[in-house]
């Protein structure tokens, strides 16, 4: 025998960048679209016990990624491996070679 009874949830209807305050969902006519920047830090760290979660909009997610980007490139300006992998730096889905 089914039983059912009517409950009330919450539901994620928007999520708003931490970064500029914009909504991700384009006012309601898709569902939410963003970027999470995720960090979760442990014993031995300074920030032991310290967790972030930083939610980003599309413009918002890639100006960070360009500026991580542009962070490696000075850190590996001078070494073997330079700048490789820059374009897909991140890229764990969609169009990646396949080696």
């Not at 409950?7 to 931490?18: A, G, H, I, P, S």
């Not at 490696?72 to 969609?94: D, H, P, Q, Y």
């Amino acid at each position: 025998m089914k039983v059912t009874s009517k409950q009330l949830v919450d539901v994620v209807t928007d999520v708003l960048c931490d970064v500029c305050g914009e909504s991700t969902s384009q006012d309601g006519q898709y569902s939410p679209q963003f970027g999470l920047l995720h960090a979760e830090w442990g014993y031995g760290s300074p920030h032991d016990g310290e967790s972030y979660q930083v939610h980003l909009c599309e413009g918002c997610f890639f100006t960070t990624l360009a500026s991580l980007k542009e962070q490696r490139r000075g850190n590996t300006t001078f070494s073997e491996k330079g700048a490789e992998l820059e374009e897909e730096f991140g890229l764990i889905e969609g169009h990646q070679e396949i080696l």
